[in-house]
């Protein structure tokens, strides 16, 4: 961690920094007849680049204040700028052309086909036929669906996964700098959820949009969040901030009772397993490796078991040195299966979660095509847990030190 | 991707979706759907050949008289045909450019306050029974086809323009909202979203009010149309049985046929993925 992950304090040093990609300016909604604001002056910038989670218990205004931005509802005052530029005032279809945007219910319009769903705002840009078509291609590329298969196909011909992808894909289509994004993750199984999480942080990893994402699950906040806004009644922001940040020093009990008790394994879901070493040491062989090499290779090692690989490097079985030491040994069916195996990509918390489900004492790391890397073990998940923690304070203080000075 | 299982890592850029395969079904269901339209299109067709078939058998084994055969015969019934189709035409067209539009406006949101007034004008011009409608107009404006048109479109509106009405309105809210957030100007979202999710409705209103001018219709030939009416209201009048049938089972047959037709027109126009 670096101190640019640091929450940049509010715009009085303004003029030192790159333009944040999208700037709330005392944006408020007044509804007609309500004589509280549904959104009482929301001061925000949301830097290039990078997601931010508006997340709140529902009635909170976090929507209201994501349909303020591309002003599906009027702002009663206040002023929106994307990038740099002031568009409180300009002509809302044409901004809202240049913004992805994605609901939970996803909104495919289910008399398209997947392509003319795609292509709507290229359509509405005025983009050529052919054009059109090719980007389709891309995107279904890009979000892992065969652009041959699924093209003429209609959305109710698509699961529920396979919908939320298109909508995404629809999102990207003019290739806008910033998306909105309410709850897209909000209406679909926790198996497939999870998925389609990791599946768009890939994602954003190649496209770096400026997103913003309203959740109430604080969960998902702290996995998908470079900054986190949570929210109190009337949109009021009770903390913007890294997820680190947030975690580890709430700023208010409002804040520490949102983010509830799980606080120190919430931490987990912050590192993932390509940030911490591996243990590489543990003794491997091939199922195919002759017997008495096997036996060698595992007593001249310090590790009570050794991993089985198959030809292709992939984890098979785990074996100690009483399965090795039966008659006949079957390298294929001797000892146990190697299961809980998690690839670089993964959070601490799901190499946690994959050691205590298959209760192996450690996870194995392979990369995508599923060959071995290394072992992960507990104490390495809680060590590192305790370190985000401490890190982090650390580097909280120094913020909070640095903006007394700069307000001083 | 966290966890990985053998299928995942082998081909992690196609992500295999666990429900791939009702998706599948759902595409084959969309063509076994097909091919038992098709048979349920055949079905009224050959019925009424059947009926009209049979008709035709009967009268031409009976001995018809002369009064019989100046309304029985090949060009007077064609003449009565036409103009029965020409008024439940007529009427139904006028009334679908007059209550599809309205029906439009008063689901917008900035003419909300006229549904009640439209709707209420709907519901008196269908309130009163169509013998009394056309009778009014026609003491107004004297008998002819014009007369019995505008006796017709008043009682046949009801059904299009509240079909248009429910037929926008239970158009899913979020689309209309995912249109607008996409750019797409109010307007565009009316003609590409709105009107295409709704013509299934509309159109189940646009039948019924074809239905109720083609029944209608025969009313008018107490008002200076003959149409098929007029064969009925002979073999009454004349006390002539052939001429009676022969006058009611067209009328139904055509009934019938029409309906047929509107609910092919129906289907084929139903947009596609709905």
């Known amino acids: ?128 036929k052919q054009r059109i078509g090719n980007r389709v291609d891309e995107l279904l590329d890009l979000v892992g669906l065969d652009p041959s298969d699924y093209r003429g196909r209609y959305p109710k011909e698509l699961s529920g996964g396979q919908r939320q992808r298109i909508g995404v894909a629809r999102a990207l289509a003019a290739d806008p700098p910033v998306m909105l994004m309410d709850e897209p993750f909000g209406a679909i199984d926790p198996i497939t959820r999870e998925r389609l999480q990791n599946e768009f942080l890939r994602l954003q990893q190649q496209v770096k949009k400026t997103i913003v994402f309203v959740t109430h699950d604080v969960d998902e906040a702290i996995k998908l969040g470079d900054r986190i806004a949570i929210l109190s009644e009337q949109s009021h922001i009770a903390q913007y901030d890294t997820p680190e940040n947030i975690l580890s020093n709430p700023a208010s009990a409002y804040v520490e009772d949102f983010i509830g008790s799980g606080a ?96 192996a004492g450690a996870a194995i790391v392979v990369d995508r095509s599923g060959s071995y890397q290394g072992l992960i073990d507990f104490d390495t998940v809680m060590v590192t847990a305790k370190s985000i923690k401490r890190d982090s304070t650390e580097y909280y203080r120094a913020a909070k030190l640095s903006g007394a000075e700069t307000a001083g | 991707m966290t966890t990985s299982t053998p299928t995942e890592t082998t081909e992690p850029q196609t992500g295999p979706e666990p429900a791939e395969d009702t998706a599948d079904v759902g595409a084959t269901a969309v063509r076994r759907t097909r091919r038992k339209l098709v048979l349920r299109w055949m079905g009224m067709p050959a019925l009424l050949a059947l009926a009209f078939g049979a008709l035709y058998l009967w009268v031409s084994g009976q001995e018809l008289d002369s009064i019989e055969k100046r309304t029985l015969n090949a060009s007077a019934l064609t003449q009565r045909v036409i103009e029965h189709l020409q008024l439940a035409a007529v009427s139904t067209l006028i009334v679908i450019v007059i209550a599809i539009p309205l029906g ?170 709905l």
């Open chain 2, 104 to 273: 439009i406006l008063a689901t917008r949101r900035s003419a909300r306050y006229v549904a009640p007034v439209l709707l209420a004008l709907g519901n008196l011009g269908q309130a009163i029974p169509s013998f009394g409608l056309i009778t009014i107009v026609v003491l107004l404006a004297g008998v002819g086809f014009k007369s019995v048109v505008f006796g017709l479109v008043a009682y046949s509106a009801l059904p299009i323009l509240r079909n248009t009405m429910v037929g926008l309105q239970q158009v899913d809210q979020t689309l209309v909202k995912s249109a607008r957030g996409m750019g797409m100007s109010p307007m565009k979202t009316l003609l590409r979203v709105e009107l295409p999710l709704a013509v299934p409705v509309v159109l189940a209103g646009v039948r019924t009010a074809l239905i109720l001018n083609v029944g209608t219709a025969t009313l008018a030939t107490f008002f200076g149309v003959k149409a098929l009416g007029y064969v009925i209201f002979q073999g009454i009048q004349l006390d002539r049985t052939p001429v009676l049938i022969v006058g009611a089972v067209m009328a139904s047959g055509l009934a019938l046929l029409v309906d047929y037709l509107a609910g092919v027109v129906e289907e084929l126009l139903t947009p596609r993925g």
């Open chain 1, 1 to 128: 961690m670096t101190t640019t992950d640091m929450p940049q304090a509010t715009s009085d040093d303004a003029a030192g920094r790159a333009e944040p990609m999208i700037r709330l300016d005392k944006l408020t909604k007044r509804y007609r007849g309500q004589s509280r604001a549904a959104v009482d002056q929301v001061t925000m910038e949301m830097p290039r680049g990078e997601i931010v989670v508006l997340v709140g218990p529902s009635g909170c205004g976090k929507t209201t204040t994501m349909e303020l931005i591309n002003r599906l509802i009027e702002p009663t005052s206040g002023r929106i700028y994307l990038d740099g530029e002031d568009v409180t005032t300009s002509d809302p279809d044409a901004l809202r052309r240049r913004i992805g945007y994605v609901i939970q219910q996803i909104g495919l319009f289910p008399h398209f086909t997947v392509a003319e769903n795609i292509g709507v705002v290229p359509k509405l840009l005025g983009w050529t």
């Open chain 1, 264 to 359: 120190s394994l919430k931490r987990l879901n912050l590192s993932r397993v390509r940030d911490i070493e591996l243990a590489t040491d543990c003794p491997t062989a091939r199922l195919d490796d002759e017997l008495p090499e096997v036996r060698r290779r595992l007593v001249e090692s310090d590790w009570s078991a050794l991993l089985l690989l198959d030809e292709r490097g992939r984890p098979q079985r785990w074996v100690n040195a009483r399965d090795l030491d039966r008659t006949s040994v079957d390298l294929r069916t001797a000892g146990l299966p190697a299961v809980a195996t998690v690839e670089p990509h993964a959070t601490l918390s799901d190499a946690l979660n994959e050691m205590l489900t298959s209760s």
